[in-house]
């Protein structure tokens, strides 16, 4: 690779423009779409633990403050399956702040903690109890098993 090459790349790296992003925006902004709201890796897991369980649940129900992930009628229990990033999960590894755009980033953050907070306690208000699950906590699904079936027996 020649230097005028190698330095093109470092540009469009970042490197040289000042961004501490190695994307491009028009790169990031294709990466931030891919990210989904449900149906997650994580969720995923935790609905596959709760119907070997032999429990049926709804999905996503919005009529429910927060639009609960899993939502157990009869038992009037839901589970929430957080992302460590977007919720950020206090002391894990994954819930680091970006160091582009603090100025976006940091109130966006804040502001999902926010919402989560209000989520739960409204959910609790009307009576439901909730389970929240971190990303990080879905890595083993024995241990997920564990959980959610401790939190669906509980009388």
Request: charged letters at 30%; glycine letters at 6%; a positive charge.
């Amino acid at each position: 690779m020649s230097v005028q090459n190698f330095f093109g790349l470092w540009q469009v790296c970042g490197k040289v423009s000042g961004m501490s992003d190695r994307l491009t925006p028009e790169a990031r902004s294709a990466h931030m779409r891919l990210i989904r709201k449900v149906n997650t890796k994580p969720e995923l897991v935790v609905r596959r633990v709760a119907h070997r369980l032999g429990y049926r649940f709804r999905l996503h129900r919005r009529d429910l403050p927060g639009t609960p992930d899993l939502v157990f009628p009869r038992l009037r229990k839901t589970i929430l399956v957080h992302g460590c990033f977007w919720h950020q999960h206090p002391g894990c590894r994954l819930a680091r702040l970006p160091k582009s755009r603090p100025e976006y980033w940091l109130p966006k953050l804040r502001r999902n903690k926010e919402r989560d907070a209000a989520a739960l306690e409204a959910l609790e208000n009307l009576g439901w109890q909730v389970l929240v699950l971190w990303e990080c906590d879905v890595a083993s699904e024995d241990a997920v098993a564990d959980v959610v079936q401790s939190f669906l027996r509980e009388a």
